[in-house]
């Protein structure tokens, strides 16, 4: 084994690059499936990301797809919303 070999595993950790799917980041992709269905995005959009995830996306890609999903969320806990609504200045005169 040479040292190109060895230092492969840093190399693909390092990589920003990286391919996210199910078959090798099982338990990401459930949390961002969930956070897809309780989106408040329509259902061909949702259906069309979570086709995306099944086959395959940038780490990259997926980052800015969380962060809008999080702003997008539908909160179901009334204590959440609240925290929410007062976080957007629904309250402010």
């Known amino acids: 084994m040479n040292l190109k ?16 799917s199910f078959d090798n980041n099982l338990s990401y992709c459930v949390f961002i499936e969930s ?15 979570l086709k995306r995830l099944e086959i395959g ?3 990259s890609e997926l980052e800015k797809i969380v962060i809008d ?4 969320q539908i909160i179901r806990d009334c204590r959440d919303q609240f925290k929410k609504m007062c976080e957007q200045g629904v309250f402010n005169k």
Not at 37 to 44: L, R
């Open 35 to 49: 956070l897809i269905k309780n989106s408040t995005y329509d259902a061909t959009w949702q259906s069309q990301q």
């Open 5 to 20: 070999e060895k230092n492969k595993w840093l190399d693909e950790l390092l990589d920003e690059e990286k391919i996210i």
């Open 57 to 59: 996306i940038k780490g």
């Open 69 to 72: 999903l999080k702003d997008n």
